[in-house]
């Protein structure tokens, strides 16, 4: 019996299992599904599948740039504990993504899901069995790539890649010369966690937006409405400078703000220099964590 496309794909969405495995295994079975399955599941490429629904929020992230700094990428992939993503296939995984976003340039992840792995099959069932071999559900959750003409890129990693930061200079100096000033400010964001490279980066909304809180918490401390306007106007701009980073006072020499620490480099080198870019992954920010009981969790491990 011929195998179809449609057969392939019905396998994978019944077992969860590369795309290369159901072929390979429909042909062996002689397109009988459910034999496929079953033989899948031998294999112990069918775990995948009842993987799939469980929260991956550790992982790790990983960075990758061109030889003169004028690329960048950086990846996220997520992993069910800390244990798996301190795995030495784990990681070799995340930074031979990191490379792929560089080099191919994939314009979004359903791209990058698709594109070659190290002649390995696409990164999606690459995934898909390494899932299925190191026993917890994964997932390649985002990524982002730089390349913009005149910018130079510098990066941090923090903790072994909990952590990753990319920091673009427009500047005509070289790597070289901006290099301890790049990896300076990729600290700063990592560690202060500013949302703004200055004030106008910020959306006029997200002012307003703020002002409108600032003052009504100011009337809900009793304020008089007469001196209102001028107590928000100082708070938020107390705000904006935690914020925006080119504001904040620099983490290695707090006398100086980033800005200044900027200025001051640049006359150093004798190039201008002004940062264009910023981009900070924290390993699952913004994921859900599932919390158990833990006498729940005993039980369902029991019962499994």
């Known amino acids: 019996m011929a195998v179809t496309s449609a057969m392939v794909?019905?396998?994978r969405e019944r077992t969860g299992a590369g795309m290369m495995d159901c072929k390979n295994t429909l042909v062996e079975t002689g397109g009988d599904i459910e034999k496929a399955i079953e033989v899948l599941r031998e294999k112990g490429l069918a775990k995948a599948a009842k993987k799939a629904g469980r929260v991956a929020s550790?992982?790790?992230v990983k960075?990758?740039?061109a030889e003169d700094?004028?690329?960048?990428?950086?990846?996220e992939v997520n992993a069910e504990t800390d244990f798996v993503a301190k795995n030495e296939e784990f990681i070799d995984f995340t930074e031979n993504l990191a490379g792929l976003a560089l080099t191919e340039a994939p314009k979004d992840l359903e791209a990058f899901m698709n594109i070659d792995y190290l002649n390995q099959g696409c990164v999606r069932d690459v995934l898909t069995n390494k899932i299925a071999t190191i026993?917890?559900?994964m997932s390649v959750r985002r990524f982002v790539r730089f390349e913009q003409p005149g910018v130079v890129y510098v990066g941090y990693l923090?903790?072994?890649g909990k952590i990753g930061v990319i920091v673009?200079?427009?500047t005509d100096a070289s790597l070289d010369q901006v290099q301890t000033l790049g990896k300076d400010l990729a600290m700063q964001v990592a560690s202060m966690n500013p949302r703004f490279i200055d004030e106008s980066a910020i959306d006029p909304e997200y002012i307003e937006s703020e002002k409108n809180i600032l003052?009504?918490?100011?009337?809900n401390e009793g304020k008089p409405r007469d001196i209102v306007e001028k107590m928000v106007a100082g708070r938020l701009k107390k705000e904006l400078k935690e914020i925006c980073l080119l504001e904040q006072k620099f983490v290695k020499n707090p006398d100086l703000t980033v800005a200044q620490y900027i200025e001051e480099t640049a006359k150093e080198i004798g190039q201008a220099v002004k940062v264009a870019e910023m981009v900070r992954y924290e390993v699952g920010e913004g994921i859900e964590k599932a919390e158990e009981n833990f006498a729940e969790e005993v039980a369902k491990q029991m019962n499994n």
């Open 69 to 75: 700094g004028k690329q960048a990428a950086v990846v």
């Open 135 to 137: 026993g917890e559900n």
């Open 215 to 219: 003052i009504q918490q100011a009337l």
């Open 63 to 65: 960075l990758a740039f």
């Open 58 to 60: 550790q992982g790790l």
């Open 158 to 160: 923090h903790g072994g």
């Open 9 to 11: 794909k019905e396998l």
């Open 168 to 170: 673009g200079l427009k």
